[in-house]
C-alpha cells in the first residue's frame, strides 16, 4: 500500500523560536510549507535551514497566509497546523486516513487544554460564540472552529475562499457546509504557544477575529461544488 501524503501548511509570522519542534513534528515523507507572513525574526530563514518550503507573502493576514500556502501545495491532501506549537502536526495523518477512506470531506481538530493557560478563558468565549452562530447558519454541528485541519487540496481550491484575514478557517468550514461536506472533529491536545501570541492571546486580538468571522456569517450562502473523489 502506498502510504498516505499531505502538504502541511504552516502560516508563520516570528516563529523562529517554535519552527525547530514544529518542522520536528511533520510526518516523514510529507512536505512542510511555511508561509512568512513579514516575520522580523529571521522565521523563513530557520524554516529553509530545516527544509521547509519557505513561500513569502506580503501581505498581512491569517488568510493571507494560509490561502498563499494552499495555492503552493500540490499534494493531493493539504493540511493546516498553526506554526507557534501549540498543536502536534504527528496527529495529521489520522486526519488524512478519515479523508482517504472517506469517512469525512473535512476534518477538523478539537482543542483540549493540555495545560493552564493553553486556551484563555476569552479564546474560549470567543469560539463558543462563533461555533453557536456557525450551527444556526448552516446547521453544522461542531465543538471548536481550531486551526488544525486536512481536506483535499482541489475540493479546497474549488471553494472559491476570499477572505485574507482571521475569518479564513470559519469561511473555509461555511463553504464545506454550504457544498454540503461532511465535517468532523478529532480531539488534539491544545499546549501552550512559544513566543507571543498575534491572535488568541489578547483580548483585542481575539475580538478582531471574532469581527472578521461574524461578517464571514453574515455572507448569503452561494452554491459550491461537492468536493470530487471522497465519495
Aim: with cysteine; proline share 8%; aromatic share 6%.
Amino acid at each position: 500500500m502506498i502510504p498516505l501524503t499531505a502538504d502541511v501548511v504552516l502560516p508563520c509570522l516570528d516563529e523562529a523560536e517554535a519552527l525547530p519542534w514544529v518542522l520536528s513534528r511533520i510526518p516523514e515523507g510529507w512536505r512542510a510549507v511555511v508561509v512568512d507572513n513579514g516575520s522580523g525574526d529571521g522565521s523563513a530563514a530557520v524554516a529553509a535551514g530545516l527544509g521547509a518550503t519557505v513561500v513569502h507573502e506580503p501581505r498581512r493576514g491569517f488568510g493571507a497566509a494560509c490561502h498563499a500556502g494552499l495555492l503552493a501545495a500540490t499534494a493531493d491532501f493539504v493540511c493546516f497546523c498553526d506554526c507557534d506549537a501549540s498543536l502536534d502536526p504527528a496527529l495529521l495523518p489520522t486526519f488524512v486516513k478519515q479523508l482517504a477512506d472517506g469517512g469525512a470531506d473535512m476534518v477538523l481538530g478539537r482543542r483540549r487544554a493540555a495545560a493552564r493557560g493553553a486556551f484563555p478563558p476569552h479564546a474560549r468565549a470567543g469560539n463558543a460564540a462563533l461555533v453557536r452562530m456557525l450551527r444556526h447558519r448552516t446547521g453544522v454541528r461542531l465543538r471548536d472552529l481550531g486551526p488544525m485541519r486536512a481536506a483535499r487540496r482541489e475540493a479546497l481550491l474549488g471553494l472559491g475562499l476570499t477572505d485574507r484575514r482571521s475569518g479564513y478557517p470559519l469561511e473555509m468550514v461555511v463553504r464545506g457546509a454550504d457544498a454540503g461536506w461532511r465535517i468532523s472533529e478529532r480531539d488534539v491536545p491544545y499546549r501552550p504557544r512559544t513566543g507571543t501570541s498575534k491572535v488568541t492571546g489578547t483580548w483585542r486580538g481575539t475580538w478582531h477575529a471574532v469581527r472578521d468571522m461574524r461578517a464571514v456569517l453574515a455572507a448569503p450562502p452561494r452554491p459550491v461544488p461537492h468536493p470530487a473523489g471522497a465519495r
